[in-house]
């Protein structure tokens, strides 16, 4: 009996270690709740993890109800997830890593994408800025992660990145030239339009 039951303790035992072991996939989830705990961001980039809107809400809740009270940055743990989370003003920020996740290295994300947002809001880090300038926040979350990996922990590098892209948008561009364009035809034809309206009340 002791000798069966040997290899299967140290094969499951090999298993847990490997389950340990630190993967490049380092966050599971972001999210930004207000003081009220609604979501105003999120991304979960494991999609086992709460595959629902439903799931991914109670998630969200249980983690708020559990951490709203806190006035300094604070590390939780929630569901057997890691959490490092923030608050300023009437905005609560969450970073979510595995069970067996480096705190440190959930920390310097958390830091890295407060710091940026920080810059961007031009430090009115509260909800109606953040808000007024969604798409510069899911810009910031874009380049410090991807898929779960950490692409940057440098708020400075982020900033620098986010500006390239908001200034090299030529579709942007494009669609704005084409606008201007579409509007002095339209001006055009409606002009037109009035003068052979003129001429002819003038001949009859």
């Not at 989830?29 to 105003?40: E, K, W």
Request: glycine share 2%; aromatic share 8%.
């Amino acid at each position: 009996m002791t000798a069966q039951t040997c290899p299967r303790q140290h094969q499951r035992t090999t298993m847990e270690i490997a389950s340990l072991e630190p993967s490049l996939y380092t966050v599971k989830a972001v999210f930004i709740l207000d003081n009220d705990g609604h979501r105003l961001l999120s991304k979960y980039y494991d999609t086992e993890l709460y595959p629902s809107m439903k799931e991914q809400k109670n998630f969200e809740n249980n983690v708020f109800n559990k951490t709203h009270k806190a006035d300094t940055d604070e590390i939780a743990f929630v569901e057997g997830m890691t959490i490092v989370y923030k608050c300023s003003i009437d905005l609560f920020f969450y970073v979510v890593g595995s069970a067996q996740e480096n705190e440190l290295m959930l920390m310097a994300v958390l830091n890295c994408l407060f710091e940026s947002l920080s810059q961007i809001l031009r430090k009115n880090v509260e909800r109606r800025c953040l808000l007024d300038n969604m798409d510069g926040v899911f810009l910031v979350v874009d380049e410090i992660i991807d898929g779960g990996v950490i692409l940057e922990s440098d708020p400075q590098q982020v900033i620098q990145k986010v500006n390239y892209r908001a200034d090299e948008n030529p579709l942007s561009e494009q669609s704005v030239a084409q606008h201007i364009t579409d509007k002095l035809a339209m001006t055009s034809n409606i002009m037109q339009s009035a003068k052979e309206q003129i001429k002819w009340s003038i001949l009859k």
